[in-house]
């Protein structure tokens, strides 16, 4: 029966993608200054509640390596308490433009500066977890951090950097496993194998710390509402709910690629994201988006409908209801060890090497925005990311030349024709081809072949056009 064999290819991905998320759940919240468990919750949330949806059958969603950044931030500066609350308004802002159908629009955002913000959460994330690996705790801001790296090898628990390297290791040669054993995720038996030898060789190291999975969700009261009346806190739930919308699209036309289904609804699915990330944030939890490492192993398990993803929800809450007491034993280097390994995968290498050949402008664009995240912050970060692209993509458009046509039966007459599309950014290159034109004979200035033209352009040519022709009766532009 085709329904069996679908639900038995659905049962049997779900488990895949369970084990895949189980350890990035707990090390995602622990990277995120949270309690593990909250991790897990938005792990369930994303199966059992934004799974249900329609846009993307085979995305799965949960919590996000790219997401720490902004949401460690957000909870130094107003408190876990208020984490639900500033997830709870993003999750409404994506319903709000998922209803006004703005989806489709994320697409237009320039590829450097996704290629950007994601190796500048890369950096940021592997700064942090450095630290993590060594048992340290970590100075404060990027800057700090990376100006701290030479005292690091000092105060580092060698014993847990053991630990975490081994991790990494097992991450790095995992894909070139018989297919047989790569059955199993590699995060999962890197943390797996981690703890192993923590716990025979009984190692000093400190572990994830449980309270249980009610104990941990706490709901946002209408105090922590307040803090939403500071520019600061608003800013950061415009750049969760654009983050995690991006993330989320980018994704899915990644995940339309690996497989022959049904295409991704992208308006369906940023709704389905606002559904997700609201529950998220009246549990008090983290904040979702689709998740390329999650959707990619559900689709290569063979996954065929969206109850695969469902599934993989139903496992997260079997395991964090009955087996909490598990991840007590899960050393934080380990989890240290699998963020630093996603960190390192979000450095866009090629893409910088592929655009410098190709397209300098934009590999700049992407390193300017890489490096403004780690000086600055995520928002602030992408803002000049996005504005840098904007201005090079107007500098590019912003072609203008002139023409010179002699006019009358005898050329008594110039007819400069200026062609392109001016703009105050070509202003000056204009200006300067117009006044090395000869002096003495008639002009004309011709702008029909212009495609725009704006205010300061249009300005400065009538003023050379008075200054050039003084005399009553002049022709003027045409």
């Not at 105090?223 to 709910?241: I, R, W, Y």
């Amino acid at each position: 029966m085709p329904g069996a064999d679908t639900f038995r290819d659905d049962f049997g991905a779900s488990v895949v993608v369970a084990l895949v998320a189980l350890p990035l759940c707990v090390g995602v919240a622990v990277a995120s200054g949270v309690p593990a468990e909250l991790g897990i919750v938005t792990g369930v949330v994303g199966g059992l509640v934004t799974g249900w949806f329609r846009g993307s059958a085979l995305q799965v969603s949960g919590p996000a390596a790219g997401l720490t950044v902004l949401v460690y931030e957000a909870v130094t500066t107003y408190g876990l308490p208020a984490l639900g609350a500033i997830v709870l308004l993003a999750g409404i802002l994506q319903l709000g433009m998922g209803a006004l159908r703005l989806g489709r629009w994320f697409r237009a955002i320039s590829l450097a500066v996704v290629h950007g913000m994601l190796a500048g959460i890369g950096l940021v994330l592997i700064a942090g977890q450095l630290y993590a690996l060594g048992g340290v705790e970590a100075p404060g801001p990027t800057l700090s951090k990376l100006a701290g790296m030479h005292e690091l090898g000092a105060a580092a628990d060698w014993t847990a950097v053991g630990l975490g390297a081994g991790t990494v290791a097992v991450l790095v040669l995992w894909p070139r496993m018989p297919a047989r054993l790569r059955v199993l995720p590699g995060a999962l038996v890197g943390v797996g194998a981690a703890t192993a030898v923590a716990a025979l060789l009984t190692l000093p190291v400190e572990t994830v710390r449980v309270t249980g999975v009610l104990d941990a969700v706490a709901p946002p009261g209408w105090n922590d509402f307040e803090v939403l009346a500071s520019v600061g806190a608003v800013g950061t739930v415009v750049a969760l709910a654009l983050i995690a919308s991006a993330e989320t699209l980018f994704s899915a036309a990644a995940v339309d690629r690996m497989h022959d289904g049904p295409r991704t609804e992208y308006d369906r699915e940023l709704i389905a994201q606002g559904v997700g990330n609201t529950v998220c944030g009246l549990l008090g939890a983290l904040p979702m988006t689709a998740v390329i490492v999650r959707s990619a192993a559900n689709v290569e398990a063979g996954a065929k409908t969206r109850a695969a993803r469902v599934m993989h929800g139903a496992w997260l809450l079997l395991f964090a209801v009955a087996f909490p007491q598990v991840l007590e034993v899960v050393p934080l280097a380990a989890l240290a060890g699998v963020l630093l390994h996603a960190g390192w995968k979000l450095l866009p290498a090629r893409a910088v090497a592929a655009l410098w050949r190709s397209h300098r402008g934009e590999a700049v664009v992407l390193v300017v925005t890489a490096g403004s995240i780690v000086a600055t912050s995520l928002f602030e970060g992408v803002l000049i990311g996005l504005g840098l692209a904007v201005a090079k993509a107007a500098w590019e458009t912003s072609h203008v030349h002139i023409e010179e046509v002699w006019e009358g039966e005898k050329g008594e007459r110039l007819c400069v024709r200026v062609v392109g599309n001016a703009s105050f950014l070509r202003l000056p290159k204009l200006l300067d081809a117009l006044e090395a034109l000869p002096h003495g004979p008639s002009v004309r200035l011709d702008l029909t072949g212009l495609r725009h033209m704006d205010h300061a352009c249009l300005t400065a040519l009538e003023g050379w056009e008075r200054k050039r022709m003084p005399l009553p009766g002049r022709e003027g532009v045409t």
